[in-house]
């Protein structure tokens, strides 16, 4: 009966511990309340965004070509480099069932099932532009990274919408380029929609460089941006030929812990050119920065020609300046390439309140399985303690009644010993003599 006891207050203890894992949440497109039920993008311009869109180049194949534009003399369809999808493959990319599903779920849930095309990709253009996370590497398809981790970086942002108009049936195309003017520009990635004639682009942009955006528009527009689209060293606005120095340096998202704020970049570099420094300029103004570190860059970098570059980075208290809450500050990264200085794009900073920056740990997904085990693994030990705990304490009182049911046996045996024991003959006798020489006195 007690082995059926402990056994069940053994799976019971087990029991508890498993329903104390939470259930790993189902992916869902899950946006914030400010999601626009209405889009922002005047109707002017989405009327003359449908009116392009008709001169655009249709297959219904849903795939979309990633064109290598960076260097070389005519674009050429990359196959020689890994790009962040894992839905690629030779150089086209391809809009999976699970991407299409993602993308049908995004529009009905903002009301745009049966929208237009041209107000369906207005509004991706406007929710991505306002609420993705400029960030890190990601290793998830342009759509899945996009709407369902809200993070990546241009080539994500602009895939996630070339893929969207791939799922629309439009033709389009993801450009690898530049995006700047001779001595500042950035390796970028943008799309494009194919036409019988010149191509038209497709830019959702990013709060982090500026309030900017292109449905469909022409390069020529683009170019009164101030900063220019550059393919194979031309400017695609003109096809004048670009002063292509050889390196690029942009900024990535700034890590802001409890430890410090450190603000990272980037810096790529041609093959036949010679980086030998890079640094930070940082100030409180966009026109007034100023330099705050540098450093010198090695010859094994120069002569290994590593076509991913390299990332550098800068700790702010390091250099003593400790950025106040609520205040705004810019920086920007140079490289100095054959003697010459590039300058990335300038980039704003904003350091939130103290108990929102949030502080170096391991990521929620990691926390979320490995703390639920963590518990039940004590609360296993703790379950085992007790039951050895009570397991002792009935073997203790099993042995104490045990000793005193001997004890009371042997005392029982003493007793009736007594009772039949014969009074010896020489006992009897003096009993006797002492009594008649009594009677004698």
């Not at 003593?320 to 300038?346: I, K, L, M, N, R």
């Not at 030990?381 to 104490?400: D, E, H």
Request: aromatic letters at 10%.
């Amino acid at each position: 009966m007690k082995r059926r006891f402990f056994a069940l207050l053994l799976i019971f203890g087990l029991a508890a511990g498993l329903l104390s894992v939470p259930a790993q949440a189902a992916l869902s497109t899950e946006y914030p309340e400010d999601t626009p039920a209405e889009i922002s993008i005047s109707q002017e311009e989405i009327e003359e965004l449908a009116r392009r869109l008709e001169t655009v180049k249709r297959d219904n194949s849903g795939t979309f070509e990633i064109i290598d534009a960076l260097s070389g003399t005519e674009e050429i369809r990359s196959t020689d480099y890994t790009v962040s999808s894992l839905n690629v493959w030779n150089g086209v990319a391809y809009v999976s069932d699970a991407d299409a599903a993602i993308l049908d779920e995004v529009l009905a849930e903002a009301g745009l099932a049966d929208a237009s095309d041209a107000e369906k990709l207005a509004w991706a253009t406007e929710w991505i532009h306002n609420n993705l996370l400029y960030d890190g590497y990601h290793t998830g398809s342009y759509v899945y990274s996009c709407f369902e981790e809200a993070g990546g970086q241009c080539n994500v942002y602009n895939g996630a919408l070339c893929a969207l108009a791939a799922h629309l049936g439009y033709q389009v195309q993801l450009v690898r380029g530049y995006r700047g003017s001779t001595g500042s520009q950035t390796a970028h990635w943008w799309g494009e929609l194919v036409t019988d004639g010149e191509p038209l682009v497709l830019e959702t942009g990013n709060t982090v460089d500026g309030e900017w955006y292109f449905l469909a528009s022409t390069y020529e527009e683009t170019h009164s941006s101030g900063r220019d689209y550059i393919k194979c060293n031309q400017y695609a606005y003109s096809g004048e030929p670009f002063e292509y120095l050889g390196a690029a340096a942009y900024p990535m998202s700034p890590s802001l812990t409890s430890e410090g704020t450190t603000l990272r970049a980037r810096v790529w570099k041609g093959a036949d050119y010679t980086v030998s420094q890079v640094g930070l300029l940082f100030g409180q103004g966009e026109e007034t920065l100023t330099e705050l570190a540098s450093e010198a860059v090695g010859e094994e970098y120069n002569q290994a020609n590593d076509s991913r570059g390299f990332s550098v980075s800068y700790r702010l208290e390091d250099y003593g300046v400790t950025p106040q809450a609520g205040e705004t500050y810019w920086y920007a990264f140079y490289a100095v390439v054959d003697g010459v200085t590039c300058t990335s794009e300038t980039v704003s900073l904003i350091i939130p309140a103290q108990e929102e920056v949030p502080v170096a740990a391991q990521p929620q997904e990691e926390q979320s399985g490995i703390l639920p085990l963590l518990l039940i693994c004590a609360g296993v030990v703790v379950l085992l303690f007790v039951i050895v705990v009570l397991l002792r304490i009935s073997a203790l009182r099993k042995r104490r009644r045990r000793k005193a049911r001997m004890l009371a046996q042997r005392r029982a045996a003493a007793g009736t010993s007594r009772q039949k024991q014969p009074i010896p003959q020489t006992a009897r006798r003096s009993s006797g003599s002492r009594k008649k020489r009594k009677f004698r006195l």
